[in-house]
């Protein structure tokens, strides 16, 4: 048995991955706050966190792509 979505629940779906994903994306942009107020922040873990948000910002390009093609 085959069920297919339609364009209104594919919607819902995509607008929750969005909604996770940016809910991601301010976690580590409050890391980033939070380490850049340190004393001494460490460089490497704001490498990382900077790549995060670098990912990040990609995925959700895509995923909003993704969601253009709906409507």
Request: glycine share 0%; charged share 25%.
């Amino acid at each position: 048995m085959t069920t297919l979505l339609s364009n209104e629940e594919k919607t819902a779906i995509i607008n929750q991955h969005l909604k996770s994903l940016h809910h991601n994306k301010f976690n580590i942009e409050i890391s980033i706050v939070e380490e850049n107020a340190r004393i001494n922040p460490e460089t490497e873990f704001l490498t990382s966190l900077n790549l995060q948000l670098t990912d990040i910002n990609s995925r959700i390009s895509a995923v909003e792509a993704e969601l253009d093609k709906l409507v």
